[in-house]
């Protein structure tokens, strides 16, 4: 189990590299040898392959290999069975170079002194929800208080679900933590082993007839929702600016084909490379509006997000170092992608509340 104590130690052999990346930077060039991209998850048994995000759709699609193959820049995507943490030491170590992340990793590393610049918004708006056994006798948020409660440690849905636990007066402590995955964590409560979990996904049918749907957040609650985006690091866009912009106008053009309903099938059979069953896939994502679900702006609602998601981590005591969320988000690149590609206004805007739209 990631307990805060855990994620301190991890957070604690993260080293310290501000003042390396905040060194001098290497004169630009216009592109790399190789761009190197972080995902934080693997399909079923380890097959490199995720779904969830127009990040998915970039790889599967080589998009990025078609941006840069003139070039001979090499493209290499890797995938980590150990989510965020496991991303975040890759980042540590120089591996990467972008990185598909969730707020609640992101923020652990930059706390860590790991400079990163915020590029793309690559999710947000997912909901989470609360499964419990049908024997457990749990019927809201309030009923977990001593309960055994499955979640994925040390990711971004360890951060949606503090806030859930908050907005019943509840916290970690009230609860016995267990961590793991969402499925196998759906398999355990259906078993009886445990007595909750919370997901980020619609477990499949044979799982579902024996779970209970307590709470979900969603529309109406955004602030309760899940938050990812593509980052890159400072040291690789102070060398490769141009490089940079060509990525995130390839990552809204992404966005854009992920946005249109006809290309719904096409976005499943994506997904469907996991190894997850269509059914599972299906029951996940047909309630979302794609044209929100694949927005990549960073609109009022997202910048709050963020800046909400940093606050929250240092009152749930998920770090211990204050992170700066000013200067954190570049917006410079998703303009110019937005402006190239004629995308500009394309996907709504919401206040900082994510309800009330604008414009």
Not at 47 to 63: A, D, E, L, N, T
Not at 224 to 230: H, K, N, V, Y
């Amino acid at each position: 189990m990631l307990t805060r104590r855990r994620l301190a130690a991890f957070t604690a052999g993260l080293p310290l590299l501000g003042g390396v990346l905040a060194g001098k930077p290497a004169q630009a060039e216009a592109s790399p040898k190789q761009i190197r991209i972080g995902v934080p998850m693997t399909g079923l048994g380890g097959r490199p392959f995720s779904m969830g995000s127009y990040i998915s759709v970039i790889h599967v699609q080589g998009r990025l290999e078609k941006e840069f193959g003139p070039d001979g820049t090499a493209i290499e995507w890797h995938f980590y069975s150990g989510a965020g943490p496991a991303v975040n030491e890759a980042l540590a170590e120089g591996a990467l170079d972008f990185a598909w992340q969730g707020d609640l990793p992101e923020i652990v590393a930059r706390s860590r002194g790991l400079l990163t610049q915020q590029i793309l918004v690559a999710g947000n708006r997912l909901p989470i929800s609360l499964l419990v056994s049908r024997k457990s006798g749990i019927t809201s948020l309030a009923g977990l208080k001593g309960k055994t409660v499955a979640n994925f440690q040390g990711t971004t849905l360890q951060l949606a679900a503090d806030r859930i636990l908050a907005s019943a007066g509840l916290s970690e402590n009230d609860i016995k933590i267990v961590n793991l995955d969402p499925l196998t964590a759906a398999e355990a409560v259906a078993q009886g082993q445990i007595d909750a979990t919370f997901t980020e996904f619609t477990p499949p049918a044979r799982l579902a007839q024996l779970l209970n749907t307590v709470f979900t957040s969603g529309p109406k609650t955004p602030v309760l929702t899940a938050q990812s985006s593509l980052i890159v690091t400072s040291s690789f866009a102070a060398a490769y600016p141009d490089a940079v912009d060509r990525v995130a106008r390839v990552g809204v053009e992404a966005a854009h084909w992920t946005a249109q309903e006809q290309n719904r099938a096409a976005l499943y059979a994506i997904f469907d490379k996991t190894g997850y069953p269509p059914a599972y896939i299906q029951a996940a994502y047909d309630g979302f509006e794609l044209k929100q679900f694949s927005a990549p702006i960073w609109d009022d609602f997202a910048t709050a997000q963020l800046a909400r998601s940093v606050a929250d981590c240092t009152k749930y005591g998920l770090i211990r170092t204050p992170v700066a969320v000013e200067g954190w988000v570049n917006p410079a690149p998703l303009q110019r992608a937005l402006a190239t590609t004629g995308l500009t206004g394309y996907w709504q805007h919401f206040a900082t509340d994510g309800t009330t739209r604008l414009g």
